[in-house]
C-alpha cells in the first residue's frame, strides 16, 4: 500500500515563529502537493512539486515556501507563521501524468492523514 | 481557469436510503473528474474517476457517479447507505496538460442517522 506520513498530526506554535510541516512518501512518486483544508473552502493548492528540486507555486503560495531535496520528502515551510495560516494542511503524492500504465491522462493523488496547526 | 462547485454543505440522510451528492464544474473542454472521501481523522481517498468513454463509472464501496456534459455535472450516487458513509465528499477536476493538479470542491458533509 501506498503511505503518506506527515510530521505531525497536531502542532502549536507562536505567532511569528517559523515551523516546518515534513511529509513523506514510499512510492517513489515524482509529484507531490501539499494543501491547505478550511471549512467552507475546501482543499487549495498551496506548492506542487513535479521533482525533485523542481517546484511550482499552487493557488494560494503566499506566506508559505517549500522544499524538495529527496524524492520521497516534501517540506513545507511558514517563515513567520501568522493566525490566519491555522489550518489542517494536507500532503498528497502521485505519479506523473502517463505513467503507471502509459495511458492516463491523471494519476491518483494519494494522501497523508494531515497536520492540524494552531498558530497562536 | 476550471472551477468545481458542490452546492450542499451537509446532507442528512437515514441509513438505507439512496443518496446522491451533486457536483457541478465549469470548464471549456471535458474535464477529469473525480470524487474523494474524507472519513473524520483521515486523509482523502480517491472513490472514482472520469477520464472518458462511459459516462457512468462505478468506484469503490458501492458508489457511482455520473457525468452529464449537458449539465455540467457529476454527481455522486449510492443506492443505499451505511451508517460508515458518514464523511466529507470532495468532487474535483483535472484538465488536459494540468500536470495531474486537481481543483476541489468546497465539500459535502454527509450525515447518516440511524
Known amino acids: 500500500d501506498v503511505k503518506v506520513t506527515q510530521s505531525s498530526r497536531y502542532l502549536v506554535k507562536r505567532t511569528g515563529e517559523k515551523v516546518f510541516l515534513e511529509c513523506v512518501q514510499d512510492m517513489d512518486h515524482e509529484n507531490m502537493f501539499w494543501y491547505r483544508q478550511d471549512p467552507g473552502l475546501g482543499l487549495r493548492l498551496i506548492y506542487f512539486?513535479?521533482?525533485?528540486?523542481?517546484?511550482e507555486k499552487g493557488d494560494i503560495p503566499e506566506g508559505y515556501s517549500v522544499s524538495r531535496e529527496k524524492k520521497e520528502r516534501f517540506s513545507l515551510i511558514l517563515e513567520s507563521a501568522s493566525t490566519n495560516q491555522t489550518s489542517m494542511y494536507l500532503c498528497?503524492?502521485?505519479?506523473?501524468?502517463?505513467?503507471?500504465?502509459?495511458?492516463?491522462?491523471?494519476?491518483?493523488?494519494?494522501f497523508g492523514p494531515g497536520t492540524r496547526l494552531t498558530v497562536l | 481557469a476550471q472551477s468545481v462547485t458542490q452546492p450542499d454543505i451537509h446532507i442528512t440522510v437515514s441509513e438505507g436510503a439512496s443518496l446522491e451528492l451533486r457536483c457541478n464544474y465549469s470548464?471549456?473542454?471535458?474535464?477529469?473528474l473525480f470524487w474523494y472521501v474524507q472519513s473524520p481523522g483521515q486523509g482523502l481517498q480517491l472513490l472514482l474517476k472520469y477520464f472518458s468513454g462511459d459516462t457512468l463509472v462505478q468506484g469503490i464501496k458501492g458508489f457511482e457517479a455520473e457525468f452529464k456534459r449537458s449539465q455540467s455535472s457529476f454527481n455522486l450516487r449510492k443506492p443505499s447507505v451505511h451508517w460508515s458513509d458518514a464523511a466529507e465528499y470532495f468532487c474535483?477536476?483535472?484538465?488536459?496538460?494540468?500536470?495531474?493538479?486537481?481543483?476541489f470542491g468546497t465539500g459535502t458533509q454527509l450525515k447518516v442517522e440511524l
Open positions: 474535483a477536476v483535472g484538465v488536459r496538460g494540468g500536470g495531474n493538479k486537481l481543483t
Open positions: 498528497a503524492s502521485s505519479l506523473p501524468p502517463g505513467l503507471a500504465g502509459g495511458s492516463k491522462p491523471y494519476n491518483e493523488q494519494f
Open positions: 470548464y471549456g473542454a471535458t474535464p477529469y
Open positions: 512539486s513535479y521533482d525533485v528540486k523542481m517546484k
